[in-house]
């Protein structure tokens, strides 16, 4: 029977392609692995941005969201010296707007504690002690920080407390997908 071969022939053909898909995508899942394994072995200073948003505790916080730009989310505030003193994202910014829950009528007095004036400092906001990373460690130590403190941003210090860069997960994607490629 002339169909029933062609019927054989065709299931054999799609096997193997199927078969060659699989070992091919079982390679590249190896090629990914060891990637991976490599990214956690790099140095944050490879990676880190050196170009980063510096504010000052005293600078008002109309500069501050001025300063966030697109790229911006996060700001490292620092003394004249270049030490870390506290540290500011989007989200604290928008913390210092969010109105208390247990208050279901806001008052005036309220309301203008939420304004911006420009009598409000970025010290008013920036959380004093934020959670940071050696420009020492490598990747898979920032990457664990990072998952379990929920942190997207981690101020880059020495052991003197100088802020050298800003690590943010944007960063660590960009390199996954450069050696992924």
């Known amino acids: 029977m002339p169909g029933e071969k062609s019927k054989n022939a065709k299931a054999k053909k799609i096997k193997i392609i199927h078969s060659k898909r699989r ?6 899942k190896e090629e990914l692995s060891h990637n991976i394994r490599y990214i956690s072995k790099v140095p944050v200073s490879v990676v880190m ?7 000052k505790p005293s600078d008002s916080l109309i500069a501050l969201i001025e300063g966030m730009g697109d ?3 996060s700001a490292v505030v620092v003394d004249d010296s270049g030490y870390l003193i506290g540290f500011v994202t989007m989200k604290d910014v928008l913390h210092f707007f ?5 208050h279901s009528i806001v008052g005036f007095g309220l309301l203008k504690k939420y304004s911006v004036t ?5 010290r008013d906001i ?27 941003h981690l101020p880059v210090v020495d052991e003197k407390g100088r802020v050298h860069g800003l690590l943010e997960v944007k960063d660590i994607i960009r390199l996954i997908r450069i050696v992924s490629l």
């Not at 420009?118 to 970025?122: F, G, P």
């Open 23 to 28: 070992l091919l995508q079982l390679k590249r």
């Open 49 to 55: 941005d050196r170009d980063f948003l510096k504010v």
């Open 71 to 73: 790229e911006e989310s």
């Open 98 to 102: 969010d109105v208390p829950r247990r």
């Open 118 to 122: 420009r009598a409000t400092y970025v």
């Open 126 to 152: 920036m959380v004093t002690k934020p959670i940071t990373i050696s420009i020492n460690d490598n990747l898979g130590h920032a990457i664990r920080i990072m998952l379990e403190t929920g942190k997207h």
